[in-house]
């Protein structure tokens, strides 16, 4: 993994560095805070243990930066420190500092820390990985639904279009009987035909209007009744 280490005394450096690489981490180091944010912008370090005290850009400064980024990736930042008491570690916790260690510190517990540190960035990454695995599938299944859903419209449309020309046919023609003289019972089947068959073109319309309508859409389905 990927360290930043800024701290403005030399021989921190030296000792954080080099547990850093033992434990088999590359390290890039910065004397002031404003070095070490530098490096940061351009390589984006997922862990950056910084000193709270360094002239120009203190730690919290540095952190807050930080921060301010609101990259999707977590930033583990430890905060080195030799100030202690409640209402430090809450400015820095309100800053963004993610763990505290306390100077003079044993290597065996900044171990510790950096080991508590990967684990966490290693959780970060691999539900980063599952969001993005499971925003493409819903991508694929919302592309799915979709070309379903088209399929469905062309259908309807395609099958309502079919279905209303032969039906005009029927009605034109009954129509033209109309013309004609029609004893009774003739008469009453001309009208049957007629009535039938304007029934049928309003359930061909009700169809297609179903078809192109979204299901917020289709509130009439429940106040329209068709009588047949």
């Known amino acids: 993994m990927n360290v930043l280490v800024a701290d403005d005394d030399g021989i921190t450096r030296l000792l954080l560095s080099s547990t850093l690489r033992k434990l ?7 004397q002031t805070g404003l070095e070490g944010w530098e490096i940061w912008q351009e390589e984006r370090q997922p862990l950056v243990i910084s000193d709270w005290m360094m002239p120009g850009m203190d730690g919290l400064e540095f952190c807050r930066k930080i921060r301010a980024e609101h990259r999707p990736e977590l930033t583990y ?17 309100e800053a963004g500092v993610d ?19 990967t684990r966490i960035l290693g959780l970060d990454q ?19 639904l979709r070309a379903a859903l088209k399929a469905k ?16 046919h029927v009605l034109g023609f009954a129509q033209l009987l109309e013309l004609d003289p029609l004893n009774e019972e003739q008469q009453e089947s001309v009208q049957q035909i007629l009535g039938s ?6 359930l061909i ?24």
């Not at 319309?205 to 047949?228: C, K, M, Y």
């Open 99 to 117: 763990d505290f260690i306390v100077k003079p510190f044993e290597k065996e517990m900044f171990a510790a820390h950096i080991r508590v540190a």
């Open 205 to 228: 319309d009700r169809i297609l209007a179903v078809s192109q309508s979204s299901p917020e859409e289709l509130g009439f389905l429940e106040t329209q009744v068709i009588h047949s």
């Open 126 to 144: 691999n539900l980063r990985a599952a969001n993005a695995d499971l925003e493409l599938r819903v991508n694929e299944r919302t592309a799915e």
């Open 77 to 93: 930042v430890i905060l080195l420190t030799a100030r202690a008491g409640k209402e430090n570690y809450l400015e820095a916790s």
């Open 197 to 202: 068959g304007r029934h049928l073109l309003t």
């Open 24 to 30: 088999g981490h590359d390290v890039r180091e910065a």
């Open 153 to 168: 419209s062309d259908f309807f449309s395609q099958a309502s279009h079919e279905l209303r020309t032969p039906m005009n």
